[in-house]
């Protein structure tokens, strides 16, 4: 499967596209974008568009682009703390039933609600 980079810019009720050595096309929301690249390649190249894969790089401004950019990684970084936290209680979970105490002990312990640590025993 061939990658290409596909530049989309706003400018005003849609977005440019793109293409190094294939040019330019459109599309009416970043949504479709990806779709409307594979199809624009597909044809200039006259292959199947099962044979494109695109890497969509929307740009608006350098400061709004930045500020993108940032809440991505915000987000990302909020995810994966999410994913640390919840093995983190499953282990603890886990171990503080082996040590005998009860649900109601351990959520009071944990700080979370018992129904929280009911399913976590459940998994």
Same mark, same amino acid.
């Given at each position: 499967?061939?990658?290409?980079?596909?530049?989309?810019?706003?400018?005003?009720?849609?977005?440019?596209?793109?293409?190094?050595?294939?040019?330019?096309?459109?599309?009416?929301?970043?949504?479709?974008?990806?779709?409307?690249? *594979?199809?624009?390649?597909?044809?200039?190249?006259?292959?199947?568009?099962?044979?494109?894969?695109?890497?969509?790089?929307?740009?608006?401004?350098?400061?709004?682009?930045?500020?993108?950019?940032?809440?991505?990684?915000?987000?990302?970084?909020?995810?994966?703390?999410?994913?640390?936290?919840?093995?983190?209680?499953?282990?603890?979970?886990? *171990?503080?039933?082996?040590?005998?105490?009860?649900?109601?002990?351990?959520?009071?312990?944990?700080?979370?609600?018992?129904?929280?640590?009911?399913?976590?025993?459940?998994?």
């Amino acid at each position: 499967m061939a990658l290409y980079e596909v530049h989309a810019r706003k400018w005003q009720n849609a977005w440019e596209l793109r293409v190094e050595g294939l040019g330019l096309t459109w599309s009416p929301t970043l949504i479709d974008a990806e779709s409307r690249a *594979r199809e624009h390649i597909a044809s200039s190249l006259g292959v199947s568009e099962g044979s494109i894969h695109v890497d969509l790089v929307p740009r608006v401004s350098d400061e709004l682009d930045q500020l993108a950019l940032e809440a991505r990684r915000t987000v990302h970084e909020a995810e994966e703390a999410q994913r640390v936290a919840a093995a983190k209680a499953r282990e603890a979970v886990a *171990r503080l039933t082996d040590a005998g105490l009860s649900p109601a002990d351990i959520s009071r312990f944990l700080g979370l609600p018992q129904e929280r640590i009911t399913r976590l025993t459940e998994q």
